[in-house]
């Protein structure tokens, strides 16, 4: 199962504003939403931006739908704990923002070689 690193912006921008590591679960990507593995427990219906390392210039507006808490047995090895799944569902403010998450999707979906 191919994932990749980045963060999630939750909140306003601004002092309080929350960054959660993530993995995103290309298997559970779409050009709608993503299924993430999170380092901190999120709740439904939070605002946040999602950045990914393979195309860091490419901000992700998007709604927190669930959030639950993995099992003990299952977990991503890494040196960060992801103990938490979650879904995010992109929001777009404009027709840029969907292309974006469009060629975002087009540009991970493709097989690697």
Same mark, same amino acid.
């Given at each position: 199962?191919?994932?990749?690193?980045?963060?999630?912006?939750? &909140?306003?921008? &601004?002092?309080? /504003?929350?960054?959660? =590591?993530?993995? !995103?679960?290309?298997?559970?990507?779409?050009?709608? &939403?993503?299924?993430? %593995?999170?380092? =901190?427990? #999120?709740? !439904? &219906? /939070? /605002?946040?931006?999602?950045?990914?390392?393979?195309? $860091?210039?490419?901000? #992700?507006?998007?709604?927190?739908?669930?959030?639950?808490?993995?099992?003990?047995?299952?977990?991503?090895?890494?040196?960060?704990?992801?103990?938490?799944?979650?879904?995010?569902? %992109?929001?777009? /403010?404009? $027709?840029?923002?969907?292309?974006?998450? +469009?060629?975002?999707?087009?540009?991970?979906? +493709? $097989?690697?070689?």
């Amino acid at each position: 199962m191919r994932r990749l690193r980045g963060e999630l912006r939750v &909140g306003q921008a &601004g002092p309080g /504003q929350q960054v959660v =590591q993530v993995r !995103a679960i290309l298997r559970d990507l779409s050009a709608t &939403g993503v299924g993430l %593995f999170t380092s =901190q427990k #999120l709740y !439904a &219906g /939070q /605002q946040a931006e999602l950045v990914l390392e393979a195309m $860091p210039s490419t901000v #992700l507006k998007g709604t927190v739908v669930w959030c639950h808490e993995m099992g003990m047995g299952t977990h991503v090895l890494s040196p960060i704990p992801y103990l938490w799944r979650a879904g995010f569902l %992109f929001t777009f /403010q404009t $027709p840029e923002e969907e292309a974006a998450a +469009k060629n975002l999707y087009a540009e991970l979906s +493709k $097989p690697q070689g």
